[in-house]
């Protein structure tokens, strides 16, 4: 739940942590109606597309948008319940998979968008409450010049990784809920958590955020990171880096999906479905494209010639996790139990 800016990721997460919520707004646009949206950390940074799309939009709507920084994508539901009394507009950054708690913990307002001009993977896109804004597969990166990969969920157990592959918990985090679905669809329910209880034993590190395990990975204190392929694509263009890469499963990799929601207690619901319709335009969706290195949800000619640069991943359909999504408490319980193991 996607990207991912590596710098300033662990301020922000920290500045939530302790209670403050960060929130940018360009101090330039002229007084008028306020827009009050809650995203994830690294859309939020100023090394991510939030701050020049919240630009982009007040120049447009002739208005202030407060952008707040609600932790990782797994802690937005929870930031909503410390702040019923002041409800965000527009929340941006959940999933495919979270979005099934979030139908049950809040009501949310239906949005008619033209899906014409999205990728034909989203052409049957059915929920009129989340609507789609940029996706990618997921998998594990890795830096060649340091080490050879495993190749499947077996290899992961191999004793030379102990300590040394990084994921996240998916209580707090939308990549290791992603994860943790993959394993219990691949194994099933219950061998899939003895599988992971091997991993457990094996001394990986369940970090609390994606940004957290992925600086782990940066710092070399971890081989493998649970990410977005997509990933790759940062390294080569920010830091002009090659030595990045995927690891490609023989069979199909998850894949994230990120989704944008009016709750039923927004105030300003009008602006708030503008600056929905605003993010799938061509304008933003590059900006999304290009600062948040994931797959637009429609085309985009200044992507489109990156994508030379992306593995070419098998992905399960949306909908595959969607039974487990829909016990998700019930998983969370048992995963709760096995790291108390």
């Known amino acids: 739940m996607v990207n991912k800016k590596f710098i300033l990721a662990g301020v922000l997460v920290a500045a939530v942590l302790v209670g403050g919520a960060l929130i940018i707004n360009s101090g330039g646009a002229p007084s008028g109606p306020r827009l009050r949206v809650f995203a994830y950390d690294s859309f939020v940074s100023s090394f991510g597309p939030g701050p020049r799309l919240v630009e982009a939009f007040e120049k447009k709507c002739q208005c202030k948008v407060d952008l707040v920084s609600a932790g990782d994508a797994g802690l937005i539901l929870q930031r909503m319940e410390l702040k019923k009394d002041q409800p965000p507009d527009l929340v941006i950054g959940l999933d495919q998979l979270t979005q099934f708690t979030a139908e049950k913990r809040f009501q949310w307002k239906e949005v008619d968008v033209d899906h014409s001009t999205w990728f034909e993977r ?3 896109w059915p929920s009129r409450h989340f609507i789609p804004f940029d996706w990618a597969p997921m998998g594990f990166i890795y830096r060649p010049s340091r080490t050879q ?11 030379k990784w102990d300590d040394r592959i990084a994921l996240q918990d998916p209580r707090t985090s939308t990549p290791g809920m992603q994860f943790l679905f993959w394993v219990l669809s691949h194994f099933g329910e219950d ?5 992971l209880l091997k991993l457990k034993r094996n001394g990986l590190r369940f970090a609390p955020s994606w940004s957290t395990s992925y600086g782990l990975f940066q710092k070399g204190k971890a081989d493998f990171v649970f990410s977005y392929a997509t990933s790759l694509l940062y390294h080569r263009i920010e830091e002009k880096e090659t030595d990045y890469a995927f690891v490609q499963f023989d069979g199909p990799h998850p894949m994230q999906i990120e989704l944008m929601a009016i709750p039923a207690s927004c105030v300003s619901c009008e602006l708030a479905e503008s600056f929905l319709r605003f993010l799938l335009t061509e304008e933003a969706q590059s900006v999304i494209a290009s600062r948040n290195y994931m797959y637009p949800v429609r085309h985009v000619e200044s992507f489109a010639k990156l994508e030379a640069f992306l593995p070419k991943v098998d992905t399960f359909p949306a909908d595959r996790f969607e039974p487990l999504a829909q016990k998700q408490l019930e998983i969370l319980q048992r995963w709760d139990l096995l790291l108390r193991k």
Not at 149 to 159: I, R, S
């Open 149 to 159: 990969p495993f190749k499947d969920f077996e290899g992961m157990l191999d004793k």
């Open 122 to 124: 989203f052409h049957d």
């Open 191 to 195: 061998d899939g958590f003895e599988y």
